[in-house]
């Protein structure tokens, strides 16, 4: 089981941190992954993070940006964002998966709620 939280209303340059409580058997060995989607658009790949907590991945849409980071100890992966743009304006999911990390949603089989993020420029 997947919770995300911490979405809400920022200003376009504003931060935000997000998070994603990881629960279940095996959980802590999957690899998590951040995905945001806009009404009437794909779901994009934000970036991922293996079980170590080491290495995350970035979509360059996010680079330099975004920063992704696991609490093994908590089961929890968060995702700090910076210098946010309207463009940044989805809803963010985290999602799991009994495999490597990869960018393909369609290989995830594990997936929260989802949290609204809304930057106003």
């Known amino acids: 089981q997947l919770q995300a939280s911490g979405g809400g209303l920022v200003q376009a340059g504003g931060s935000l941190r997000l998070s994603c409580a990881a629960s279940g058997r095996g959980s802590s060995y999957y690899p998590l992954a951040w995905f945001r989607r806009a009404p009437g658009k794909e779901r994009e790949w934000v970036g991922v993070?293996?079980?170590?907590?080491?290495?995350?991945f970035y979509a360059d849409s996010v680079k330099g940006r975004f920063t992704i980071s696991r609490d093994i100890i908590k089961n929890t992966m968060y995702l700090q964002m910076n210098s946010l743009k309207p463009e940044d304006t989805d809803v963010y999911y985290c999602?799991?998966?009994?495999?490597?990390?990869?960018?393909?949603?369609?290989?995830?089989?594990?997936w929260g709620q989802g949290t609204l993020v809304t930057v106003s420029s």
């Open positions: 999602a799991a998966r009994d495999g490597v990390p990869s960018s393909y949603q369609r290989e995830y089989g594990y």
């Open positions: 993070i293996g079980r170590s907590g080491l290495s995350p």
